[in-house]
């Protein structure tokens, strides 16, 4: 059976993936797509080609992927993916890069965009200034009455 056509911005976003990395291959000539499958955790360079080529649409998951290796903001190559994103999570911040990031998708791996969101969504209640959201309710104080 054959793949669902890609909608106008599916496909816009795999034109905006095929510029980034161009761009980033200009700057990094060794860089391969075998070279951005490992990186990005997958075993073969047929999920990139696919996703370069707009045979399949991106999900979140695999723009995180592709915006860390790639040194980019994600919405960068996909702002209506990243639109779904809690508005306090930063736009314009490149992605974390070093040895905590694979140990972060790695930890992430598995989990749909739906979870993807809600861990999302909870780091943006915890980044807000503590007395501007309350996350927990405390309980009240009892006083240790003098009797």
């Keep these: 059976m054959p793949a669902k056509p890609l909608n106008p911005e599916q496909k816009a976003d795999a034109s905006r993936l095929r510029g980034v990395w161009e761009a980033?291959?200009?700057s990094n000539p060794e860089a391969t797509q075998e070279w951005l499958a490992d990186q990005c955790?997958?075993?073969t360079q047929a999920a990139v080609s696919q996703y370069l080529l707009?045979?399949?649409p991106l999900n979140l998951r695999?723009?995180?992927k592709f915006a860390a290796v790639l040194?980019?903001?994600p919405d960068e190559i996909s702002p209506s993916l990243m639109s779904e994103m809690p508005a306090t999570v930063p736009r314009r911040e490149k992605?974390?890069?070093g040895p905590g990031?694979?140990?972060l998708q790695k930890a992430l791996e598995g989990l749909d965009d739906s979870d993807l969101l809600s861990i999302a969504k909870t780091v943006e209640i915890l980044r807000q200034p503590r007395?501007?959201?309350t996350v927990r309710q405390q309980r009240p104080r009892t006083s240790k009455g003098k009797t």
Aim: no cysteine; charged share 35%.
């Design 71 to 73: 040194k980019v903001s």
């Design 41 to 43: 955790g997958w075993k």
């Design 131 to 133: 007395g501007t959201k």
């Design 24 to 26: 980033f291959k200009r």
């Design 62 to 64: 695999a723009l995180m």
């Design 54 to 56: 707009g045979k399949i």
């Design 101 to 103: 990031r694979s140990r």
């Design 95 to 97: 992605l974390v890069t």
